[in-house]
């Protein structure tokens, strides 16, 4: 569902799956700690999610707050997931590609 890669100047959070309203209220506490925590750029990957629920988004919106200006960012996001971002108004915190 969701793992932690972290350097010194990035935290990379990779989630899989399904990122219904059940997946992210079993992790979006554990997110944020460890975003609060990170001292560089957060950057959520998403090469492995198929469908993200509107509690996902107030995770991202949450994340994009907590991390600081500029330092969040929504990397590898398939079509479709990438189609509700765009709907949702939230393209900016999606990274060029």
């Known amino acids: 569902m969701v793992r932690f890669e972290e350097t010194q100047s990035k ?17 979006d506490e554990q997110v944020l700690e460890r975003v609060r925590a990170a001292r560089g750029t957060v950057e ?6 198929e469908y993200v629920a509107s509690v996902f988004l107030r995770i991202c919106l949450q ?5 600081g200006p500029g330092r969040f960012s929504v990397v590898r996001v398939n079509p479709v997931v990438k189609k509700v971002f ?8 999606l990274a060029e590609e």
């Open 11 to 27: 935290l990379l959070v990779i989630f899989s799956g399904k990122l219904d309203t059940l997946a992210c209220q079993a992790t």
């Open 63 to 67: 994340t994009a707050k907590a991390a």
């Open 86 to 93: 765009m709907i949702a108004g939230l393209g900016s915190l």
């Open 44 to 49: 959520f990957d998403l090469a492995e999610v």
